[in-house]
Protein backbone atom coordinates (compact mmCIF):
# COMPACT_ATOMS: atom_id res chain seq x y z
CA UNK A 1 0.00 0.00 0.00
CA UNK A 2 1.11 3.38 -1.09
CA UNK A 3 2.27 5.49 2.22
CA UNK A 4 -0.17 8.42 1.97
CA UNK A 5 -2.97 5.96 1.58
CA UNK A 6 -1.64 4.13 4.73
CA UNK A 7 -1.92 7.16 6.26
CA UNK A 8 -5.71 7.95 5.42
CA UNK A 9 -6.66 4.60 6.02
CA UNK A 10 -4.96 5.16 9.68
CA UNK A 11 -6.55 8.49 10.18
CA UNK A 12 -10.20 7.09 9.36
CA UNK A 13 -9.53 4.41 11.71
CA UNK A 14 -8.57 7.15 14.83
CA UNK A 15 -11.97 9.26 13.42
CA UNK A 16 -13.67 5.97 13.83
CA UNK A 17 -12.35 5.00 17.60
CA UNK A 18 -12.65 8.64 18.57
CA UNK A 19 -16.25 8.65 17.86
CA UNK A 20 -17.14 4.97 19.26
CA UNK A 21 -14.98 6.05 22.12
CA UNK A 22 -17.81 8.63 23.42
CA UNK A 23 -20.66 8.14 25.41
CA UNK A 24 -22.32 4.82 25.74
CA UNK A 25 -24.83 5.36 23.07
CA UNK A 26 -23.19 7.60 20.84
CA UNK A 27 -25.84 10.12 20.80
CA UNK A 28 -22.46 13.12 21.02
CA UNK A 29 -20.17 10.86 17.87
CA UNK A 30 -23.99 10.82 15.75
CA UNK A 31 -24.62 14.47 17.16
CA UNK A 32 -21.16 15.78 15.52
CA UNK A 33 -21.31 13.71 12.07
CA UNK A 34 -25.07 14.80 11.42
CA UNK A 35 -23.69 18.19 12.12
CA UNK A 36 -21.12 18.11 9.86
CA UNK A 37 -23.15 16.28 7.39
CA UNK A 38 -25.08 19.60 7.53
CA UNK A 39 -22.61 21.62 6.09
CA UNK A 40 -20.10 19.90 4.21
CA UNK A 41 -21.50 16.11 3.21
CA UNK A 42 -21.72 13.09 5.54
CA UNK A 43 -17.91 12.44 6.74
CA UNK A 44 -18.25 9.07 7.33
CA UNK A 45 -19.41 8.68 3.58
CA UNK A 46 -15.66 9.71 2.44
CA UNK A 47 -14.55 6.24 4.11
CA UNK A 48 -13.81 3.27 1.97
CA UNK A 49 -16.34 0.84 2.60
CA UNK A 50 -13.26 -1.73 3.58
CA UNK A 51 -12.27 0.24 6.35
CA UNK A 52 -15.36 0.71 7.92
CA UNK A 53 -15.95 -3.05 7.97
CA UNK A 54 -12.74 -3.94 9.00
CA UNK A 55 -13.26 -1.55 11.39
CA UNK A 56 -16.87 -2.84 12.50
CA UNK A 57 -15.29 -6.19 12.45
CA UNK A 58 -12.76 -5.60 15.28
CA UNK A 59 -16.35 -5.34 17.84
CA UNK A 60 -18.94 -6.09 15.58
CA UNK A 61 -21.23 -6.46 18.39
CA UNK A 62 -21.30 -2.51 19.05
CA UNK A 63 -19.81 -1.34 15.70
CA UNK A 64 -21.77 -2.86 12.77
CA UNK A 65 -24.52 -0.83 14.98
CA UNK A 66 -22.61 2.21 15.05
CA UNK A 67 -21.71 2.71 11.68
CA UNK A 68 -25.43 2.27 10.67
CA UNK A 69 -26.40 5.07 12.50
CA UNK A 70 -23.17 7.04 11.33
CA UNK A 71 -23.41 6.45 7.35
CA UNK A 72 -25.92 8.15 4.55
CA UNK A 73 -28.50 5.97 4.26
CA UNK A 74 -29.93 6.33 1.06
CA UNK A 75 -29.25 7.65 -2.40
CA UNK A 76 -31.82 8.64 -4.51
CA UNK A 77 -35.21 8.28 -3.95
CA UNK A 78 -36.60 12.14 -4.82
CA UNK A 79 -38.04 13.76 -8.10
CA UNK A 80 -39.23 10.24 -9.73
CA UNK A 81 -35.49 8.79 -8.86
CA UNK A 82 -35.87 5.12 -7.39
CA UNK A 83 -33.89 5.06 -3.74
CA UNK A 84 -31.27 2.87 -3.54
CA UNK A 85 -28.99 1.77 -0.63
CA UNK A 86 -25.57 3.60 -0.17
CA UNK A 87 -22.94 1.02 -0.77
CA UNK A 88 -21.72 1.52 3.34
CA UNK A 89 -25.59 0.80 4.23
CA UNK A 90 -25.59 -2.47 1.98
CA UNK A 91 -22.05 -3.62 3.04
CA UNK A 92 -23.36 -3.20 6.81
CA UNK A 93 -26.60 -5.25 6.38
CA UNK A 94 -24.66 -8.10 4.42
CA UNK A 95 -21.38 -8.30 6.51
CA UNK A 96 -22.80 -7.60 10.14
CA UNK A 97 -23.26 -10.36 12.91
CA UNK A 98 -26.58 -8.54 13.59
CA UNK A 99 -28.33 -7.62 10.21
CA UNK A 100 -31.57 -6.64 12.14
CA UNK A 101 -30.07 -4.08 14.47
CA UNK A 102 -28.52 -2.55 11.86
CA UNK A 103 -31.65 -2.59 9.45
CA UNK A 104 -33.27 -1.02 12.49
CA UNK A 105 -30.71 1.41 12.87
CA UNK A 106 -30.80 2.39 9.31
CA UNK A 107 -34.31 2.26 9.06
CA UNK A 108 -34.70 4.72 11.71
CA UNK A 109 -32.85 7.14 9.41
CA UNK A 110 -34.78 6.52 6.59
CA UNK A 111 -36.43 9.74 6.89
CA UNK A 112 -34.92 12.28 4.88
CA UNK A 113 -34.53 15.89 7.34
CA UNK A 114 -34.43 18.10 4.57
CA UNK A 115 -36.87 17.63 1.38
CA UNK A 116 -38.18 19.24 -1.52
CA UNK A 117 -41.54 18.07 -3.24
CA UNK A 118 -43.97 15.14 -1.56
CA UNK A 119 -42.60 13.71 1.48
CA UNK A 120 -44.98 11.05 1.11
CA UNK A 121 -43.42 10.37 -2.72
CA UNK A 122 -39.65 10.38 -1.35
CA UNK A 123 -40.63 8.17 1.54
CA UNK A 124 -42.55 5.55 -0.87
CA UNK A 125 -39.58 5.18 -2.82
CA UNK A 126 -37.83 4.26 -0.08
CA UNK A 127 -39.75 1.82 1.11
CA UNK A 128 -39.30 -0.20 -1.75
CA UNK A 129 -35.53 -0.98 0.17
CA UNK A 130 -37.59 -2.74 3.01
CA UNK A 131 -39.73 -4.62 0.39
CA UNK A 132 -36.95 -6.24 -1.24
CA UNK A 133 -35.80 -7.08 1.94
CA UNK A 134 -38.96 -8.79 3.16
CA UNK A 135 -37.81 -11.98 0.80
CA UNK A 136 -34.16 -12.51 2.69
CA UNK A 137 -33.01 -16.07 4.05
CA UNK A 138 -32.17 -14.37 7.05
CA UNK A 139 -35.66 -14.54 8.71
CA UNK A 140 -35.22 -12.49 11.25
CA UNK A 141 -34.03 -9.58 8.59
CA UNK A 142 -37.31 -10.46 6.58
CA UNK A 143 -39.84 -10.47 9.02
CA UNK A 144 -37.94 -7.30 10.56
CA UNK A 145 -38.07 -5.26 7.36
CA UNK A 146 -41.92 -6.50 6.68
CA UNK A 147 -42.85 -4.95 9.95
CA UNK A 148 -40.72 -1.88 8.91
CA UNK A 149 -42.11 -1.73 5.36
CA UNK A 150 -46.23 -1.75 7.06
CA UNK A 151 -45.39 1.04 9.34
CA UNK A 152 -43.80 3.03 6.72
CA UNK A 153 -46.81 2.40 4.61
CA UNK A 154 -48.85 3.15 7.30
CA UNK A 155 -46.73 6.46 7.34
CA UNK A 156 -46.89 7.50 4.23
CA UNK A 157 -50.70 7.16 4.02
CA UNK A 158 -50.76 9.95 7.19
CA UNK A 159 -48.42 12.09 5.08
CA UNK A 160 -50.35 11.58 1.78
CA UNK A 161 -53.45 12.24 3.40
CA UNK A 162 -51.54 15.61 4.76
CA UNK A 163 -50.16 16.35 1.91
CA UNK A 164 -53.53 16.67 0.48
CA UNK A 165 -55.07 18.07 2.93
CA UNK A 166 -52.41 21.35 2.77
CA UNK A 167 -52.71 21.32 -1.17
CA UNK A 168 -56.36 21.35 -0.87
CA UNK A 169 -56.50 24.39 1.66
CA UNK A 170 -53.57 26.11 -0.30
CA UNK A 171 -55.36 25.93 -3.49
CA UNK A 172 -58.85 27.07 -1.70
CA UNK A 173 -57.14 30.46 -0.65
CA UNK A 174 -56.04 31.13 -4.00
CA UNK A 175 -59.54 30.79 -5.42
Known sequence: MWPPQRVIRNAAVILLDELAAGNADATDAIRLVEDAARFDGNPIDDLPTEVLLEWCGLASAERYSLAARLVTVVTGGENG?????????????????DPVAVLSN?????????????????????AELLHELGDREDHALAEYAREA???????????????????????????
Open 81 to 97: AAAQWTPAARALLEEAT
Open 106 to 126: LVSRLRPTSWSGSMAAILSSR
Open 149 to 175: YATLQREIAAEREWETKHSRERDERFE
